[in-house]
């Protein structure tokens, strides 16, 4: 059963090939607007700019589940003691994984809910609304998951 373990190591793998498809998504945008970036009007270069950001957000989220989970859950990582380190690795159990995920699908989530307000003429009422809803409510369980950690760690 401990060896099993070792199932998450493609899954891990796989996240790196999904890191790679946003890398291509991020510069398949960049190249479609470069060669008309001086007819872009300016909501339409915000909206990009903000798609560019959630982009880069999610590739954050998907290397600290990619290292702090193989670290946490498969073995630990080899790194040359003269090698580049992360130094928030070996601080990252899963409690604080959970945490962080929390707080980065928060993040994601405004900056979508900001490209929603930004192009809010072109979406409905309703829309607004649950598009509202579901961003409080991802804030709302990241608070609940903070606050639990915090009450089981005093503990």
Partial sequence: MYSARWLLAPI????????????????????????????VKESDLVLLVLSLIDIALVGGLIIMVMFSGYENFVSRLDIDESGEKLDWLRKMDSGSLKNKVAASIVAISSIHLLKIFVNAENVEETYLKWYMLLHLTFVLSAFAMGYLDKITRKS
Avoid: N
Avoid at 12 to 39: D, N
């Fill in 12 to 39: 891990y793998i796989g996240l790196s090939l999904a890191l790679l498809a946003l890398g291509i998504k991020f510069f398949q945008e960049i190249l479609h607007v470069l060669p008309i970036i001086l007819e």
